[in-house]
């Protein structure tokens, strides 16, 4: 196996690390935290059971925060040196898009071809 040479680090590079990897955990945490709390709130509009158009809108809402959350701070995504994968992301959502409004359309709004 390759040996991996590591220099050691000077003081003050060492607690600029530490700084940044605490700044990193508080920020996950904290965006864990969000998720949780969303999780509830979704959790108790359906048990509350508040008005179906009311909280199909807002349950699919929290869902994307999540979702954006998670692409952000679990995945990395805010780090350089991903932009291929969103990219990617962000064509994938822009076609999903288009294809849950054309049926939406086509369904309900529009006369079936």
Do not use: C, N
């Amino acid at each position: 196996m390759a040996e991996i040479k590591q220099e050691p680090m000077s003081k003050k590079k060492l607690e600029y690390v530490r700084r940044e990897r605490t700044k990193e955990m508080r920020q996950q945490v904290i965006s864990f935290g969000l998720m949780i709390f969303f999780t509830f709130i979704a959790f108790g509009m359906v048990a509350m059971d508040l008005d179906a158009s009311f909280v199909i809108p807002v349950v699919i809402g929290l869902a994307f925060i999540q979702v954006v959350l998670q692409f952000f701070y679990f995945m990395h995504m805010k780090d350089k040196g991903h932009e291929f994968a969103k990219l990617f992301m962000m064509t994938g959502m822009f076609f999903a898009l288009a294809f849950v409004v054309t049926f939406m359309y086509i369904v309900w709004i529009g006369s079936p071809i």
